[in-house]
């Protein structure tokens, strides 16, 4: 079973910055994070896969957020820019041993507990 550990939400002013970090306690092949807005059900914002070198992001953050990391140290980092008011989100990082997994809840194995993003206008 591999927990996962996120830091780094807080609150920011629209145009901030703020940067999200995610630690697995054992190896995976893809890690990626979620966001769930009050009333909204939980959304894809983007993953990396380790096994192929590639980041995928949803359209709403291209450009904006920057996922990188750290294999061997199983620790990934959300890089969020130009924060908007509707990115305001309960944050979730997750990963999987799927090496291309999907957008979708089920393709990801394991799960933080979520870490709180807000941004004022």
């Known amino acids: 079973q591999v927990q996962l550990v996120e830091s780094g939400g807080g609150l920011v002013q629209a145009g901030g910055s703020l940067r999200l970090s995610c630690t697995a306690s054992g190896r995976t092949y893809t890690m990626g994070w979620f966001r769930q807005a009050p009333g909204n059900e939980r959304e894809y914002v983007g993953r990396i896969s380790w096994s192929v070198g590639i980041t995928n992001y949803v359209d709403s953050v291209k450009g904006r957020f920057t996922i990188s990391g750290d294999n061997g140290k199983n620790t990934v980092h959300l890089q969020m820019n130009n924060l908007k008011p509707e990115d305001t989100a309960v944050y979730y990082c997750?990963?999987?041993?799927?090496?291309?997994?999907?957008?979708?809840?089920?393709?990801?194995?394991?799960w933080g507990q979520g870490t709180q993003v807000t941004v004022s206008s």
């Open positions: 997750a990963a999987t041993l799927r090496p291309v997994p999907g957008v979708r809840l089920i393709d990801y194995d394991y």
